[in-house]
């Protein structure tokens, strides 16, 4: 029998950053966004709460809101911040190094970017980025920390945001609705259009390869 996930609130965030922060130090929460989709830059943010500012009433793992809640938090994360950086790597990294080089290229991006240098870095997942800085992974991090929680707010609202302008270039794939991942309605778009130059060629072989499966059969 599958387990629940277990949500935690707020406060349970916030008090288990509480218990890492012990004796003071510096803490930055690390996410990712945009790992599956098929087109896109992957995007990573990296978040050092204040601790001195309110807690953010509401903050939790982004993907257990909606994106009107998640826009809603953004500016508040930010606000609650004594650092923060967001960055990407692109498609062209993606296809050059494969999605998982990317996203820690991102990741260490995200960390470098920072104002202010943390004590401890916590990332989401259970692979870590090469950094100089004390790292720490931590599997489900966005429903476990308040700062990666607040990290995965304002890496998935940046790259939502990127996917909106995308749509306005390339309206005929319908970016600003499925914001790159593999709908169907997607995949009809390419089948009907073809890639555009913001597609990650590597992530659509499978589909290719079906359809010339399909064609011979026909």
Request: aromatic share 8%; with cysteine; net charge neutral.
């Amino acid at each position: 029998m599958a387990k629940l996930a277990v949500t935690r609130s707020t406060d349970e965030l916030y008090a288990w950053d509480a218990e890492k922060r012990s004796g003071g130090i510096l803490l930055c929460g690390v996410d990712e966004a945009g790992r599956g989709p098929l087109a896109g830059d992957v995007y990573a943010a990296a978040v050092i709460l204040d601790p001195t500012k309110p807690q953010i009433e509401g903050l939790n793992d982004s993907k257990k809101m909606t994106e009107k809640k998640r826009e809603t938090l953004y500016p508040r994360v930010i606000d609650a911040c004594l650092a923060y950086c967001v960055a990407t790597a692109t498609v062209e990294e993606i296809e050059q190094y494969n999605i998982l080089a990317a996203t820690m290229l991102a990741m260490r991006r995200a960390v470098s970017g920072l104002g202010v240098s943390p004590e401890l870095v916590l990332v989401d997942g259970n692979r870590m980025p090469e950094l100089i800085l004390p790292t720490e992974t931590v599997v489900k991090g966005d429903a476990t920390s308040a700062s990666i929680a607040a990290a995965s707010i304002l890496a998935k609202v940046s790259r939502d945001r990127t996917l909106i302008e995308l749509d306005r270039q390339y309206p005929q794939y319908g970016f600003a609705r499925h914001k790159g991942y593999g709908t169907k309605a997607h995949y009809a778009a390419i089948s009907a259009y073809g890639p555009s130059p913001v597609h990650r060629m590597s992530f659509l072989k499978k589909f290719y390869a079906r359809q010339e499966y399909s064609d011979e059969d026909n």
